[in-house]
């Protein structure tokens, strides 16, 4: 029980006997007799004996008064009011009032702690660090590498295209720069996952990598049509935006009476739906014609590439982003399947997502080298493939290595 509730309940304990207090005290200023002493010693004559005779010596001698003391139902009655109406009124706010204080008063002292806590906390977190770099740098420096090439690779073909002149394939080069460039941001942030442990994070951001090589890969083969419609596209995820700002504001969402951002954006949505057609306004409507479908969903955009099916690690990474049990429960950093529910960072399970990004980064940086293929081309699509097979490599020695060093830890607890 909190110091907060036990106070509360030592409070009210109180409060009948205060109640009666005020009732006694009241009787005896009607009997024009106002002595705290007198008041205190008759109330624990009430609370031992009941009713029955009290004699009390004020000290005055020769000077006797005799009192009497009854309470009628009315002063029950009224004594029962006052007490509901301090449950039903006036508790309520003393309670708010008391929570306030005392949180208020919590978080006055973790400030003051915080100071401490804090240098304990970066201590522990760099020790942490130290070890995983300690048996993961040797996969995840070659996957680091890979993304500070990737990058230059994406900058120099991106410096091409601004000085371009081309005018065909203009669509699909821009969603290429674009794509790879989000590509290589979400290589970082798993990258900047893994380093710190949180290899689940790490695993639910290679599902977003995973979507970009895909959506890419799409472009590349479909050309500047598919990716004018996947430019043209955002105005659908605007649109939907701001229907839902109007829905969680209970607001009808009339495009008759819009105004401002919400009316340009409503005018777009129309004009490319006429244009492109009502399968456009879906989620994937921009690929819709291309690969033939009216409301393509994401697996149908994979089987235009010939993929013919959700790879197990996408199903996995899915689990890491929604709510349901398997993702609470399932953890990369387990042993033996084991169920895990884990609030912190671990140097588990670190060689899932490394591998994974290391798969997916190099194909999205395979389709900025186009169809390009001179020396400085392949030296360099020669690099990255060196640098994902020693990813691969190496995460999964570091992998085996710490699945070893686990269970003869567990032998040695069990033989203890």
Not at 116 to 131: L, P
Not at 181 to 209: H, K
């Amino acid at each position: 029980m909190s110091d907060l509730n036990r106070y509360l309940e030592e409070a009210l304990s109180k409060v009948p006997n205060l109640l009666l207090r005020k009732a006694v005290s009241k009787k005896l200023e009607d009997q024009g007799v106002e002595d705290e002493a007198l008041l205190d010693a008759l109330m624990e004559h009430i609370q031992t004996n009941g009713d029955g005779q009290f004699v009390w010596d004020d000290g005055e001698p020769d000077k006797f008064k005799n009192l009497s003391i009854e309470f009628s139902d009315e002063d029950t009655k009224s004594i029962l009011s006052e007490f509901n109406k301090l449950l039903k009124e006036d508790l309520p706010e003393v309670i708010s009032n008391s929570v306030q204080d005392t949180a208020k008063a919590v978080v006055k002292g973790l400030e003051n702690e915080w100071p401490e806590q804090k240098i304990e906390e970066d201590s522990s977190a760099r020790y942490f660090r130290d070890r995983l770099n300690l048996r993961w740098s040797k996969g995840l420096d070659p996957l680091r590498m890979m993304l500070i090439a990737s990058r230059e690779v994406g900058q120099e073909y991106a410096d091409k295209l601004s000085r371009s002149k081309a005018k065909k394939g203009i669509a699909r080069r821009e969603v290429t720069v674009a794509v790879h460039a989000r590509a290589c941001q979400t290589a970082l942030e798993i990258l900047t996952l893994l380093e710190n442990g949180l290899a689940d994070g790490a695993y639910a951001r290679w599902r977003t990598l995973y979507e970009l090589s895909v959506v890419a890969m799409l472009v590349d083969r479909f050309g500047d049509e598919i990716a004018e419609r996947y430019l043209a596209h955002d105005a659908v995820s605007m649109r939907e935006a701001i229907r839902n700002e109007y829905r969680h504001d209970q607001i009808p969402y009339d495009p008759q009476s819009l105004k401002g951002t919400a009316k340009t954006i409503e005018t777009e949505f129309q004009s490319l739906v006429s244009e492109f057609g009502k399968s456009f306004a879906g989620p994937y409507g921009w690929a819709a014609d291309s690969i033939g479908k009216k409301a393509p969903r994401f697996q149908d955009l994979e089987e235009a590439i010939e993929w013919k099916a959700l790879p197990p690690n996408y199903k996995w990474s899915s689990h890491k982003i929604h709510a349901g049990v398997a993702g609470t429960l399932r953890t990369l950093g387990s042993f033996d399947g084991e169920l895990t529910v884990r609030a912190g960072a671990s140097n588990a399970g670190i060689e899932i997502p490394a591998v994974n990004t290391a798969f997916s980064l190099l194909q999205i940086t395979t389709l900025v080298f186009g169809k390009r293929n001179d020396i400085e081309t392949q030296i360099q699509m020669q690099a990255l493939i060196l640098l994902r097979d020693k990813v691969v490599r190496e995460c999964r020695k570091a992998a085996k290595r710490l699945e070893r060093d686990e269970m003869e830890i567990r032998r040695e607890l069990d033989e203890i």
